[in-house]
């Protein structure tokens, strides 16, 4: 459901427990765009599952990325390329916009991620950091202090409505 709606686990509500531990396989052949594919997962997801949703809007903590003190420490792509690529411990960014690597941090920080840096253009920059299940001789430092020292970027913690899924319905899917 996070693929076909395009939002992250932590902005669905509802639904019953099972929806949350059980895990189905999905075969299916598409063809065409990004945006197809994601409404005819939602057209599945709907006829196999009953799915019922509606948007919403919560108030939810987040981070706001803006520019550190030092100012961007990050070197000038000059053009759009490959964009964030995250790792364990690592997150390399190739011709990527701010946009992008705020949408990528949300996943390891469990927030959304806003970009406030008002930095346009496209960067390339490498992020070392611990990750929380790391051990804690672990050298490197947490993730909110890598992009600190290695960025020049922070992330201010505030709140702000975020558009969340709530489930109306949801059934086990049918037998095929």
């Not at 057209?43 to 990325?65: A, C, I, N």
């Not at 941090?105 to 950091?129: H, K």
Request: net charge neutral; hydrophobic share 40%.
């Amino acid at each position: 459901m996070t693929y076909a709606c395009q939002v992250r686990d932590i902005q669905v509500s509802g639904g019953p427990g099972w929806a949350d531990s059980e895990a189905y396989n999905i075969q299916a052949t598409a063809g065409g765009s990004s945006a197809d594919m994601h409404a005819m997962m939602q057209t599945l997801l709907g006829s196999r599952f009953s799915l019922k949703l509606h948007r919403d809007s919560k108030e939810m903590s987040v981070y706001d990325l803006v520019l550190g003190k030092k100012g961007p420490l990050m070197q000038d792509a000059g053009k759009p390329g490959f964009g964030v690529g995250p790792g364990r411990g690592r997150i390399a960014g190739r011709g990527a916009d701010m946009r992008t690597l705020a949408s990528v941090l949300a996943g390891p920080l469990g927030r959304i991620v806003r970009d406030r840096t008002g930095l346009a253009g496209y960067f390339n920059f490498t992020i070392t950091y611990r990750p929380d299940d790391a051990p804690a001789d672990d050298p490197h430092p947490s993730l909110l202090t890598a992009i600190q020292e290695q960025l020049g970027l922070r992330l201010d913690p505030a709140r702000a409505p975020v558009e969340v899924l709530m489930i109306d319905s949801v059934s086990r899917p049918t037998a095929n």
